[in-house]
C-alpha cells in the first residue's frame, strides 16, 4: 500500500512474517474494488487525539476492511496483528506482539498498531498484557482494535478521559450511496426505491449487500430486475451457518431459531415462549458476544435480531419444525396480554391463527391505536380480521370496523362492514362497552350518509335519541345532526346543534368539539360574520391534538378553514402553509364520509381560488365530482361546487388550451413545475414513465408550446401554477 507499512501477523511468529507480502497485495487488490467509508475515514484521520480506536461489531460489518482502507490513507506506519487461538497463551501473545512493534522502528515517530479479530484473546493475563499496552503508547500513536464483542479492557475510564473512539454496527452500516455504489462495483443498475427496500431489510449490513449483489448476479447474469436477498437465500444461509452460528453451542442455534418468531425478546418472555429459565442471562451474553442481536433498551431487557438474522432463523424454522411457529406464537400472545402489551398480543395472535383472542383484543385496543394516529395498525388489524371471517359472526367487531375504516378512508371495507351490522336481530344485546345496537347502527348509518341528507338527518335524530346521555357517542350525534341540518340549507338548526356538540365535546374532551368548531366557523363565513369565525377556529385549533389535527381527515377541515381565515387577513404566507397541512390526510377524504371528503375539497377550492391557484381549485372541483359520483345525495354541497366551478370558468377565460386539460393532465401539471423527472413524477401518480411523457406532450400541444420549461412559465403566466 503506497505510503504505508501493514503488518499482517498470523500464526506462529516466523509463519506469519513469511506470508506478510502475499497478504499485503492480496488486501490491495481486494480494496480496489470496496466502497470507501468516507465519513468513517473522515472521523479516523480526526482521531489522533483518541489514544484508542475500537471498532465493535457483528461479523460481515467490514471491521478489518475500514481499518485496511485507514492504514492506506493515514501517512503513518502500521503494524497488524490479527489475534488466533494461540494468542491465548500468554508468552505467544507477547512475542507476537513484540514482534509487531518492532516491525515499526524507529518508535520515535506516532504509529498505529492494529489488533484485529481481538475478541478471540479471552486469556486475562493476555488481556492484562493488552490494558498494559495503552497506557504505554508513546505521544501520537493510536492502538486500534476490531472485535465483534466489547473486549473486557479498562474503556469505562478512558472514555470520562475523552481518549477512546468507539465505532459500532449503526456506524459501519452503508447508507443508500455507499449500497448503490456496492452495488454498481458488482454491475447490477438498481433502482433507488430498491435500494431502499434492500437497505432496510438489511439495515446496511455490508456483507448481506454483498450477498445480495452475488445473489442476483447468479440469477440473472447481468442487471437484476431485482436485487433482493430472501430469507431463504442459500448464500446468506451458509454465511451465517459457517461464521455466525458455528461458533455457538447447538443448544444456543435452536434457542435462537425459536425465538425468530418474537419481534422483540427479554428474559420472561422467552422462558415464557420456550418454557425454560435463564434467558434473561443468555440473551444479554449474545448481545455482549457479536451475535446479530441488538439491545433495544440501555439495561438490556429487551433486544430484538437482525431483520436478515431473523428471516434466515424463521426459515429454517419452518423446514426444520412446521407447527413450532404456531404453537409458540400463541404462548407469546397470552405472555404479552398477561404483560399488558396488547398490541403485541394481537400481532402474535394473529401469526398463530388465533381468531377469537385477536378479535377479543382488537375490540379494547382499536380506539386507543386510532387515538395514537396508528391507521396503518388499524388497516393490518381490520384486513386480518375480515379475512378470517370473523365479521359475519361477531356484531360488535363489525360495527367497530366499520367505524374504523370510515374514519380511515376505505369506503369499500367501512361498507362491507357496515352491512353486516344492519344484519344484526334488532333486539340484539348490547356487548360491553359497545353501544345499543339501534343506536349505533343508526350514528353509524348517519355518518356514511349512504341515502342522502334527509335520510342522514333521520338516522342522525334517532341516534341522538338512543344513545347513552353524556357520552361521546351522544356529542358525535349532535355534530352529525348539525352536518345533516347545514346539508339540508338549514343553518339556524345547523348551528344549534354544533353548538351543542361543541360544548359536550369539549367536557368529554373528545375531538368532536374541534369539528364542530370548524363547522360553526364555515357557518359564520358564510353569513360574513369573519370575526366570529376567526374566534371559533381559534377555539378549535387551541383544543385540537397535534397527531389529530396532522393525521386524520376531519383535521383537513380545520386546516382550510384556518387558510381561508389567513387569506381574508391578507396573510397569504400563512395561508399556503395551512393548505400544506390540510394535504397530508387529504387521502382519506373518500366517499366513506361524503359530506366531509366534500366540505373540505370546497373549502380548498375557495382558497386556492382567492390564491389564483387554478390548478389546484380545478384538481379539488375534479375530486369532490368523483365523491358526488358515488353520493350524488349531499344537499347544498351541489349547488355550492357549481358555484365554485363557475368562478373557475371565469377566471380562466383566455387561457386558451387549459380549460380542455383532463383531470389527469391537471393532476400533471402540478408537477411538471417541480424538479422531479418523468419516472420520480410517475412513482408518485403510479404510472409509467412513458405515459407520464404522453401526458406532458399533450399538454404541450394544448398550451401551444415545446418544452416542459415553456409549458411551466405559460401556466404560471395564466395563473394555473403559483411562482
Not at 501477523?9 to 470496496?34: K, N, S
Not at 479479530?117 to 493476555?126: F, K
Not at 458455528?246 to 419481534?263: E, I, Q
Not at 345533516?484 to 354544533?498: K, N, P, V, Y
Request: net charge neutral; proline share 5%.
Amino acid at each position: 500500500m503506497p505510503g504505508t507499512a501493514v503488518w499482517v501477523i498470523v500464526g506462529p511468529v516466523m509463519e506469519r512474517l513469511d506470508c506478510v507480502t502475499d497478504t499485503i497485495t492480496r488486501q490491495a487488490g481486494t480494496m480496489a474494488g470496496l466502497v470507501p467509508r468516507v465519513a468513517l475515514l473522515d472521523r479516523l484521520a480526526a482521531s489522533s487525539h483518541n489514544r484508542i480506536v475500537v471498532v465493535v461489531a457483528p461479523p460481515g460489518y467490514g471491521k478489518t476492511t475500514l481499518l485496511a482502507q485507514w492504514a492506506e490513507r493515514d501517512p503513518r506506519k502500521f503494524g497488524w496483528l490479527t489475534i488466533d487461538q494461540h494468542d491465548n497463551a500468554p508468552s505467544v501473545l507477547l512475542r507476537n506482539v513484540a514482534v509487531a512493534i518492532d516491525q515499526l522502528e524507529p518508535l520515535g515517530r506516532p504509529v498505529v498498531l492494529v489488533l484485529d479479530d481481538l475478541h478471540l484473546l479471552r486469556d486475562r493475563e493476555g488481556l492484562a498484557t493488552i490494558g498494559r499496552l495503552i497506557d504505554d503508547l508513546p505521544a501520537g500513536s493510536q492502538l486500534a482494535m476490531a472485535s465483534r464483542a466489547e473486549p473486557p479492557l479498562p474503556l469505562a475510564r478512558l472514555r470520562a478521559e475523552g481518549r477512546v473512539l468507539e465505532i459500532g454496527p449503526e456506524d459501519l452500516a452503508l447508507d443508500h450511496r455507499e449500497a448503490t455504489e456496492l452495488l454498481e462495483q458488482a454491475g447490477l443498475d438498481a433502482d433507488p426505491a430498491e435500494v431502499g427496500e434492500l437497505l432496510h431489510r438489511t439495515e446496511g449490513w455490508p456483507v448481506a449487500l454483498q450477498l445480495a449483489a452475488s445473489s442476483s448476479r447468479t440469477r440473472t447474469g447481468h442487471r437484476a430486475a431485482t436485487v433482493a436477498l430472501p430469507g431463504d437465500d442459500r448464500f446468506l444461509a451458509d454465511y451465517l451457518e459457517v461464521v455466525v452460528l458455528s461458533r455457538v453451542r447447538p443448544g444456543v442455534v435452536g434457542f435462537l431459531t425459536r425465538c425468530a418468531v418474537l419481534d422483540r425478546m427479554s428474559g420472561p418472555l422467552c422462558d415464557a415462549v420456550l418454557d425454560m429459565t435463564g434467558s434473561a442471562d443468555l440473551l444479554e451474553g449474545l448481545s455482549r458476544s457479536g451475535m446479530l442481536l441488538i439491545p433495544l433498551d440501555r439495561r438490556r431487557r429487551w433486544y430484538r435480531l437482525h431483520r436478515l438474522f431473523r428471516e434466515v432463523l424463521r426459515s429454517q424454522l419452518e423446514r426444520d419444525e412446521p407447527d413450532a411457529a404456531g404453537r409458540l406464537s400463541r404462548r407469546a400472545a397470552a405472555w404479552c396480554e398477561r404483560n399488558d402489551l396488547p398490541e403485541a398480543a394481537i400481532d402474535y395472535a394473529m401469526a398463530a391463527g388465533d381468531a377469537g383472542r385477536a378479535a377479543r383484543l382488537v375490540m379494547d385496543a382499536a380506539l386507543p391505536a386510532y387515538a395514537a394516529g396508528r391507521l396503518s395498525t388499524l388497516r393490518g388489524w381490520f384486513t386480518w380480521l375480515e379475512s378470517s371471517g370473523l365479521a359475519e359472526r361477531d356484531g360488535p367487531l363489525a360495527l367497530l370496523g366499520a367505524w374504523l375504516n370510515a374514519l380511515a378512508g376505505r369506503p369499500a371495507a367501512a361498507e362491507r362492514w357496515s352491512e353486516t351490522v344492519e344484519r344484526w336481530p334488532s333486539d340484539g344485546a348490547a356487548a360491553a362497552g359497545i353501544l345499543p345496537p339501534d343506536g349505533s347502527l343508526a350514528l353509524l348509518k348517519a355518518a356514511l350518509c349512504r341515502r342522502g341528507v334527509d335520510q342522514m338527518q333521520a338516522d342522525a335524530e334517532t341516534a341522538l335519541r338512543l344513545v347513552p346521555t353524556g357520552t361521546p357517542p351522544q356529542a358525535a350525534a349532535q355534530l352529525l345532526l348539525g352536518i345533516a341540518c347545514m346539508l339540508a340549507g338549514d343553518r339556524s338548526a345547523a348551528d344549534h346543534h354544533l353548538a351543542n356538540a361543541a360544548q359536550a365535546g369539549e367536557e368529554l374532551g373528545v375531538d368532536v368539539a374541534t369539528v364542530a368548531l370548524a363547522e360553526r366557523s364555515i357557518l359564520a363565513m358564510g353569513r360574513g360574520d369573519w370575526s366570529q369565525a376567526e374566534v371559533l377556529a381559534e377555539r378549535a385549533y387551541a383544543g385540537a391534538r397535534p397527531e389529530w389535527l396532522e393525521q386524520y381527515a376531519a383535521g383537513a377541515l380545520l386546516h382550510a378553514v384556518l387558510a381561508r381565515l389567513a387569506i381574508h387577513r391578507g396573510d397569504a404566507p400563512r395561508a399556503r402553509s395551512a393548505l400544506v397541512r390540510a394535504e397530508g390526510p387529504r387521502s382519506q377524504l373518500t366517499y366513506a364520509l361524503p359530506h366531509l371528503a366534500v366540505q373540505v375539497r370546497l373549502e380548498l377550492a375557495r382558497a386556492y381560488l382567492a390564491l389564483t391557484d387554478l390548478t389546484a381549485a380545478m384538481t379539488a372541483l375534479w375530486e369532490v365530482d368523483n365523491v358526488f359520483w358515488q353520493r350524488p345525495d349531499l344537499g347544498v354541497l351541489r349547488g355550492q361546487a357549481e358555484e365554485l366551478r363557475a368562478q373557475l370558468g371565469a377566471m380562466r377565460r383566455g387561457a386558451i388550451g387549459a380549460s380542455s386539460l383532463t383531470a389527469a393532465e391537471v393532476r400533471l401539471l402540478r408537477l411538471l413545475g417541480t424538479h422531479f423527472s418523468f419516472r420520480e413524477i410517475g412513482g408518485q401518480l403510479y404510472l409509467s414513465q412513458h405515459t407520464v411523457k404522453s401526458q406532458a406532450l399533450s399538454i404541450y400541444r394544448k398550451f401551444g408550446v415545446s418544452s416542459r420549461s415553456e409549458a411551466i412559465q405559460y401556466a404560471r403566466d395564466l395563473g394555473l401554477l403559483l411562482q
